[in-house]
């Protein structure tokens, strides 16, 4: 398009494009970008052009505050699990995964319920995404794509464990869908390295075992809503009396249960 004798390059997909044509413009520099939504079209400019990248995927611009970085991202995040959600579907459901875990020594409560509980694990992915969309998106807590109030920064980390649950299951009970997945977005690989890179996440919470995860396998709480199973047993509530002591319980069973109550 022409304005004034000067060429005008319109960003835009049109009714009709097909899927090879899509983007197929210049990129642009951050500082090029007029929009209240330049982060999210920088990020996304990145993951496009080599998703691979990841170093410069997660590379912080000169000026751009931290949060909003960190918020913009994670929006990314949950934008491309609901793929793996739908990837998922035919084979997560409440016959095969009637509990969300990740391997035998990790069962989640699921949070957005009035008192925490076990969702079957498709339906905690589902809740997972959801409420994450509904804080991301919430007028109360982020009315602002470009600064962040400080009284909501702390809701990104807990968002992020929560949401971080959903490659741990992925992983250790749908390795293949996992994979195929992994394979052409690395996903869970760059939300590995952006956690460790802006300390969101603690280093022994990242169980799935990518190249530098070895060895995280911990019964430690994330303090995010999870009950540690111990020898595939059935871990009973502190409160429940039968024939056996505590003392014998103690020695059967370990619960350790954490339940972040906050928003």
Known sequence: MESG???????????GSKYQDFYNWPDEELDE????????????QKIRKDFMDIETI???????????????????????????????????????CSQ?????????????HKEPKECCAIDYIRH?????????????????????KDSSVGKLPSTCRRVYRIFSHAYFHHKTIYDDFESRT?????????????DLITQD????????????HSDNSDGDGYATLINNSVIESPNTKDEEG????????RLRLCVDTTA
């Open 58 to 96: 997660l590379e912080l611009p000169h000026k751009v505050d931290v949060n909003v970085w960190n918020y913009e991202h994670l929006r990314q995040f949950c934008n491309q699990l609901n793929e793996l959600c739908v990837m998922l579907q035919p084979v997560c459901n409440a016959d095969t």
């Open 128 to 148: 997972t995404l959801d409420g994450a969309s509904s804080i991301l998106n919430s007028n109360k807590y982020f009315p602002s794509r470009v600064n962040i």
């Open 100 to 112: 969300m875990t990740a391997t035998a020594s990790w069962i989640f409560l699921c949070a957005v």
């Open 33 to 44: 970008m007029e929009s209240t939504l330049a982060i999210q079209q920088y990020i996304t």
């Open 246 to 253: 505590e003392e014998e319980k103690r020695k059967k069973y």
């Open 5 to 15: 004798g000067s060429e005008v390059l319109l960003r835009r997909l049109n009714p």
């Open 205 to 216: 919470l990242l169980i799935v075992p990518l190249d530098d995860n070895s060895d995280n």
């Open 186 to 198: 690395m996903l869970c690989h760059r939300f590995d390295r952006w956690v460790k890179k802006f």
